[in-house]
């Protein structure tokens, strides 16, 4: 006697896809530079063919992603000054 093999019909499975938040990058955001001994009073930012000044102490709108830059920037100083330290303190 022959059986009759039968599959169960496969499950469909639903992904939900999560959407990334979509911004405008020229939208305008406030971006304020700290003051800093010895530096430049301005800071030149420039992306993509998109340049411009900021002045330090001062709050100003720029574009996100000028501002994106900026905090790039900032975090970036910030891990060398902490890698200096760390290296400074390796050799006492």
């Given at each position: 006697m022959a059986t009759k093999k039968t599959t169960a019909p496969a499950e469909e499975t639903v992904e939900e896809i999560e959407e990334e938040a979509v911004y405008d990058p020229y939208e305008r955001v406030p971006v304020k530079l700290p003051?800093?001994?010895?530096?430049d009073e301005i800071v030149y930012v420039s992306v993509n063919e998109y340049s411009c000044t900021i002045p330090r102490g001062k709050?100003?709108?720029?574009?996100?992603?000028?501002?994106?830059?900026?905090?790039?920037?900032?975090a970036a100083k910030e891990?060398?000054?902490a890698t200096e330290e760390s290296l400074m303190n390796q050799g006492k």
């Open positions: 003051r800093v001994s010895g530096a709050t100003v709108m720029v574009p996100r992603f000028i501002k994106e830059e900026v905090d790039r920037s900032e891990a060398l000054h």
